[in-house]
């Protein structure tokens, strides 16, 4: 396939140019710092050009550009600097949810469970199995792409097929299905906080109502469409594209290795047996903090049927995130008491201590993002640049579908250049949540249409953290596969992923099917 590719045609020579432009970029966390300062020079230049706006909401008056520069700004940014880190939407939430998943993912639950998945389904349908695991893997926030790429090279290999399919079949389950999921994630939380507080900006109340779960019914029925688009493409597009594996260029102790094709061990069956038993229990139990008429969770002051009570209650909101922690640690920990990967109060300490300490670049980021955020919502640029934003775009007659597919295609090339997808939505759901909220579009419509891009596009961008690690993955069966290579391969997935994703959220948007609980398409204001 290398070889049969011209060097110098002009895909390539667009990819030589991504990839030049994005080691340009600086890191996330210089990039955050860099954008809260430009923050405080425009709000000083706005200030004095005296642009003011009539607030979208009624009985709000006229809103001008906030001088971040002048006495009292100076203050503002001294006295809130370390109220903005700690008070940084997702912080919180993220740490939160990882402390349970660290549980799960160090005991070794996580691993044992995607393998055991994968190599209990029939042959026929091993790679809508490896594209599934893969989608469903988002849980363990990023353990999938140390899991799953190697393991279905493996076990394409042994089924005498090329492993780079398998690898790129699990690639794009991880990567570009990392939106899509069966149950709520860390991904959900960390993106939903953001966009609660851009829609806020706004309108305060109707972010009041708004919760982690809002794109929960289209991600789940997602994942279907996912399976069997990677599916097609893995079977019918990638891998009769890469021939039959020749082994030459291949390092032979990993060709030779098919340790990782072991079946589970009786103790690993067991634990997996009881950490299921475990999080169902949990489950169960933690529904009972709603389902019931004088459930602690139910809120008092939920009006409604008993759906509507459900949602409008404390479970749907600030208590969802610690139940999700919960039900990952209680299994994990269970798993690790079964298979004595946890023998004490110390090793669950442990565990959770080092995946705190895996988290040092977030909270690093963390740092940053929550000055820029805060220092863009308290200039009021944002909600200028949306009034503005909406005026021109109802001026250009842009709006319903094309503006929407619009966006995705912004978020699809920013995504080439800017890896985190949390980085990318701290930067955009403040200007695009409320432009579009001014169209009348619901914030969890722009929420969505920011996943599928930002998804579909995480494999074709060097710049994705895990990137360098699959291509070294790749490189144990081709020594000469490069960037290039493996963003060809990706491509397709990429493509087919990104049409037909899209394609199912205007059909969503043409039916007006909620998004999740209490989760419009359009906002009314």
Do not use: C
């Amino acid at each position: 396939m290398e070889n049969g590719r011209k060097k110098n045609g002009i895909f390539q020579k667009f990819l030589d140019f991504v990839e030049w432009l994005g080691n340009k970029l600086p890191h996330p966390v210089t990039l955050f710092a860099l954008l809260a300062g430009l923050t405080l020079i425009a709000s000083a230049i706005l200030s004095m050009l005296e642009i003011t706006v009539e607030h979208p909401a009624e009985d709000q008056g006229a809103v001008s550009v906030n001088n971040l520069l002048n006495g009292e700004g100076i203050s503002y940014i001294f006295s809130s600097m370390t109220e903005n880190f700690i008070n940084f939407a997702p912080l919180g939430v993220v740490l939160m949810t990882m402390l349970g998943i660290g549980v799960a993912e160090r005991s070794g639950l996580i691993s044992a469970a995607l393998r055991g998945f994968v190599l209990a389904i029939p042959n026929q349908l091993i790679t809508a199995g490896l594209v599934f695991a893969g989608i469903m893997s988002s849980l363990a926030s990023d353990a999938g792409y140390v899991v799953l790429p190697p393991l279905g090279a493996v076990l394409y290999l042994a089924l005498g097929r090329h492993p780079l399919a398998g690898l790129a079949a699990a690639f794009a389950g991880v990567s570009a299905g990392f939106s899509a999921n069966l149950l709520l994630s860390g991904t959900d939380a960390l993106l939903s906080e953001l966009t609660i507080a851009a829609a806020a900006v706004l309108d305060p109340q109707y972010a009041e109502g708004m919760n982690v779960a809002m794109n929960y019914y289209f991600i789940f029925v997602s994942v279907f469409l996912l399976t069997l688009v990677g599916w097609f493409v893995s079977d019918k597009i990638v891998e009769p594209r890469l021939g039959k594996f020749d082994s030459k260029n291949a390092d032979q102790e990993a060709v030779d290795n098919t340790d990782e094709m072991n079946p589970l061990e009786p103790v690993e069956k067991k634990g997996l047996t009881w950490a299921i038993i475990s999080m169902v229990v949990g489950a169960l139990l933690a529904s009972l903090l709603v389902v019931l008429p004088n459930s602690p969770m139910r809120g008092e002051e939920a009006v409604g049927g008993y759906m509507d009570q459900i949602i409008q209650s404390p479970f749907m909101s600030d208590g969802l995130v610690p139940i999700i922690a919960i039900l990952f640690f209680i299994p994990g920990l269970v798993y690790g008491l079964i298979t004595k990967s946890i023998r004490n109060d110390k090793d669950v300490a442990d565990q959770m201590t080092k995946t705190m300490a895996a988290m040092g670049m977030f909270i690093v980021l963390a740092f940053t993002a929550g000055q820029f955020v805060a220092y863009f919502a308290e200039s009021n640029i944002g909600l200028v640049i949306g009034v503005y934003g909406a005026e021109l775009l109802e001026t250009l007659n842009l709006t319903g579908i094309p503006l929407i597919i619009g966006f995705m295609l912004v978020t699809a090339i920013v995504n080439l250049f800017i890896g985190s997808a949390s980085a990318k939505w701290a930067m955009m759901a403040p200007i695009f949540v409320p432009i579009l909220m001014q169209l009348g579009y619901s914030p969890e419509l722009t929420t969505m249409a920011y996943r599928v891009a930002d998804s579909s596009t995480n494999i074709i961008t060097p710049l994705m953290t895990y990137f360098a690690i699959i291509i070294a993955f790749a490189q144990q069966y081709d020594r000469n596969i490069g960037i290039g290579t493996l963003i060809s391969v990706m491509l397709p997935y990429s493509i087919f992923f990104f049409v037909s994703w899209a394609i199912m959220l205007i059909v969503w948007m043409l039916f007006g099917i909620p998004l999740g609980p209490n989760a419009p398409i359009e906002y009314a204001g």
